[in-house]
Nanobody, 128 residues
């Protein structure tokens, strides 16, 4: 499985961006896509996840209410809509995938070790 993340850029505080993550698998309907971010000198942190079977979503506390994950099964693509961006959202954003969901996965989705495949990352920079 290969992942291709795109959509990052330089924006001002309060602006919006939408990230995309294209998955090489044509049939990904049982999979899950996660979004993580990593700022310089910090660990990779959980942002969001979405199950492709039923669009169940999970969010990190710092992005709840501002970010929204979605997916398009026909295109095998996941999206992360980021609104009301803040300078502290500046980071490299990665998408990750696993081909099967985790039962009661709320906690486990937040762990980078739970994900089998990773994209290359896309830079998001938010200026104040």
């Amino acid at each position: 499985v290969q992942l291709q993340a795109s959509g990052g850029g330089l924006v001002q505080a309060g602006d919006s961006l939408r990230l995309s993550c294209m998955i090489s698998e044509r049939d990904f309907r049982n999979g899950v896509v996660g979004w993580f971010r990593q700022a310089p000198g910090e660990e990779r942190g959980f942002v969001a996840a979405i199950t492709f079977s039923d669009s169940r979503t999970y969010y990190g506390d710092s992005v709840k209410g501002r970010f929204a994950a979605s997916r398009d099964n026909a295109k095998s693509t996941a999206y992360l809509q980021m609104d009301s961006l803040k300078p502290e959202d500046t980071a490299v954003y990665y998408c990750a995938a696993r081909v099967r969901r985790i039962a009661s996965g709320n906690y486990y989705y937040t762990l980078p070790s739970s994900w089998h495949y990773w994209g290359q990352g896309t830079q998001v920079t938010v200026s104040s």
